[in-house]
């Protein structure tokens, strides 16, 4: 991700107002960090402290202190029997045993997602120093799924130079991170957790575009169908949700385009939230947006439960974790309301 002096301006005044946004609220939004030996995790919760956007909790030892950051260190937190006994009620279907709970809440990544389930903090944000997989797992095993919601997906806040695409040159892109092939209920619970991601981090009406290689039927693959199969359940779940597909890209993005491949499209070329049919497509379509569009990633969102947990990746640097733990509150801040 880029520095804030380099992304897009519409990135630059989304940032600014979401910090003035968070900043605002009282008490001000707990954001947890599992992994506080790394120096760009104790970089950005500095920042955010010194900013006062937020209150940073660092799991870890307080070497060096920084001032505004609460530091834990689970080992010796009073917290891990509370934490332990709710892991152990989490997972006993699947076997957990107490000694089982002791030892994994022991570990930063369970005890910083046991704090976002028992509401002792808002929000978390990992992976800086952990892979993808081992920081869903944990999130999987310690925070409930939302209701009505049975799989976890991604959204990859995006922003462009041009203010005609998107909500002001803010598009979601999903599902970029975690599943590789959705079947067709899969894609439309996908598409449903994004369009609630656009209107809680966008604050925008969600205009939901279902990606393909094929407009309305200008082609016929197995590929084709799974996307048209997925905007039936969307319409049967959520009839009141502005969604449409199958559409190219250009279909979904612009108008005179929409118009002449999909006439009558209640999109009209003015999509805002972009729903990949897998995660080939998706995780090449934002790093070609990156690189050949001067395009810049503000966060990666995990959609699906029933707190907000969310990831950045291990290459990462302090600022992306400034920004996801941005976003990361607004989440947070609209669940709370």
């Known amino acids: 991700m880029k520095s804030l002096m380099s992304v897009p301006e519409s990135a630059v005044e989304y940032l600014s107002g979401q910090i003035e946004r968070i900043r605002s609220l009282r008490p001000p939004k707990k ?10 995790i ?26 505004g950051v609460q530091f834990i260190d689970p080992p010796h937190s009073p917290l891990v029997n509370k934490y332990a006994s709710l892991l152990r009620d989490r997972r006993r279907a699947k076997g957990m045993t107490a000694w089982e709970a002791a030892e994994a809440v ?9 704090m976002v389930a028992a509401g002792d903090a808002d929000g978390c944000v990992a992976s800086a ?5 081992e920081s869903v797992r944990a999130a999987l095993h310690c925070v409930e799924m939302k209701l009505g919601f049975r799989r976890l997906s991604s959204v990859h806040i995006m922003a462009v130079p041009d203010r005609a695409f998107g909500q002001q040159g803010l598009v979601a892109f999903s599902d970029a991170a975690i599943n590789p092939d959705p079947s067709p209920v899969e894609l439309s619970e996908i598409a449903i957790a994004t369009a609630e991601n656009t209107r809680a981090i966008l604050n925008a009406e969600p205009q939901v575009a279902l990606l393909s290689f094929s407009t309305k ?3 016929r693959h197995r590929h084709v169908t799974k996307v048209v199969e997925a905007l039936r359940y969307i319409r049967a779940r959520a009839p009141e949700l502005q969604v449409d597909g199958e559409l190219q890209a250009d279909a979904a993005l ?14 009209a070329g003015r999509a805002n939230t972009l729903i ?3 995660l080939n497509s998706a995780n090449i379509g934002y790093k070609l947006v990156e690189r050949l569009a001067g395009g810049a990633l503000l966060a990666v969102v995990l959609q699906g439960l029933a707190r907000p947990t969310n990831i950045v990746s291990r290459g990462c640097s ?15 801040a609209r669940a709370g309301r």
């Not at 104790?42 to 001032?67: D, F, T």
């Not at 302090?318 to 947070?332: C, P, R």
């Open 106 to 114: 022991q570990h930063p990544l369970y005890f910083a997602n046991l």
């Open 276 to 278: 990949f049919p897998d």
């Open 42 to 67: 104790l970089e950005a919760a500095g920042r955010l402290a010194k900013e006062g956007i937020l209150q940073p909790v660092v799991l870890g030892s307080a070497s060096p202190p920084l001032a």
């Open 318 to 332: 302090a600022e992306d974790v400034y920004h996801t733990a941005i976003l990361t509150a607004v989440q947070a």
């Open 217 to 219: 039927g200008s082609a």
């Open 31 to 40: 954001i947890v960090f599992p992994e506080g030996s790394d120096k760009r």
């Open 254 to 267: 612009v108008p005179a385009v929409a118009q002449a491949k999909a006439p009558g499209s209640p999109l």
């Open 129 to 133: 120093a952990h892979t993808t997989a």
